[in-house]
């Protein structure tokens, strides 16, 4: 494997001394941009081009063409895991993911078990070794996973939801059924990000989009327990070097100082938290990743550039802040409001890591 020119992104997960604050956006790779809808158009769906590594590989590098970003991530989907678990992925045309047998029966239940990432998962695999070889060393490649939690919600739901409360009835009406599915999922995320590693991701995030909604206690024992036990199994060192691991609770503002406790590198933070104060809450236990408001980048020039540097000034001095929205793009984003973020960052940041 090729040395990294560019490893800003890795060192300051590590809290390592950088030049300037590291970039990357979630859902960099995706609708807003006119060349993957070209690229999507032509593998005909959304699943034919997750599953071509070819395809995955081009999405993944458009918008590194065209952005100073530090890092890549895997292109792909949190749902890959339970379709490979023998649920039934498939994409209504307007509706979002859906599974044809999502979880209800105890049986069904009972029978869950944890895929052979390698086996049913080979083509995430072949994409992250195809996407190593393109980036040629010139940035990290982020490999990611769905949070167990995150997961069943979709998986007992059979599709996205307002309220979720399937998945809450199941796990208050049946704590023990809940638990064997986060215990498969547990297993699954772990070797399936391990297998990641493996094929050359330099890096990994467990995204826990509906860990917000649980109460305090159901969190962290439905949740956050279960992404402890994932960083807890993860190869911690490739290459030769330490592979950083980052966890982010959309609405997980409360727990910051519980997730830090897991033993993972960085959190990663919606916006509806000061950097600043969640800063002063972890100390010098993890790295911070966040947290622009992805509809910030609706406003005016003015206002994008005034935001990225209100929250550059809040984390403030010192490596240990990895610039990022606090959650996906949005597909209506305009592409050169991008550019103007990601310019203003790289231009206002290196005054706070001047040694």
Known sequence: MSTLKNDTFLRALMREPVDYTPSWLMRQAGRYLPEYNATRARAG????????????????????????LDAAILFSDILTVPDAMGL?????QGEGPRFERPLREEWAIRDLAAPDPTDK????????????????????????????????????EGSGSDDFR?????????????????EVNATAVTDYLNAQIEAGAQAV???????????????KEFSLA??????????????????????????GGLWLE???ATGCDGLGLDWTIDIGAARKRVGDKVALQGNFDPLCLMGSPESIV??????????????????????????NTPPESVDLLLQTVRNTSPKYHVA
């Not at 039934?88 to 209504?92: I, N, Q, S, T």
């Not at 998962?121 to 769905?146: E, N």
């Not at 995030?205 to 969190?219: E, H, K, P, Q, V």
Request: hydrophobic fraction near 40%; proline fraction near 5%; include cysteine.
């Open 45 to 68: 769906n959304f699943m034919a081009l997750c599953q071509n590594p070819d395809f995955a590989t081009e999405v993944t590098l458009q918008p590194l063409a065209r952005y100073p």
């Open 88 to 92: 039934g992925l498939y994409f209504a």
């Open 121 to 156: 998962l080979g083509y995430v695999m072949d994409a992250v070794k195809s996407i190593r070889k393109a980036l040629d060393g010139s940035v990290p490649l982020i490999g990611f996973s769905g949070s167990p939690f995150t997961l069943a919600c979709y998986m007992v």
């Open 166 to 182: 399937t998945v809450k009835a199941l796990l208050y009406q049946r704590p023990d059924l809940m638990h064997h599915i986060l």
């Open 205 to 219: 995030m467990i995204f826990d989009t509906w860990g917000g909604m649980l109460s305090n206690r159901a969190y």
């Open 226 to 251: 279960y992404m402890a036990r994932v960083v807890e199994g993860l190869k911690k060192e490739s290459e030769g070097r330490r592979v950083p691991s980052i966890l982010f609770t959309k609405g």
């Open 258 to 260: 519980d997730m830090a």
């Open 306 to 331: 005034r935001e990225a540097e209100a929250i550059l000034e809040s984390y403030g001095n010192g490596s240990g802040h990895v610039f990022n929205l606090g959650h996906g793009i949005n597909q």
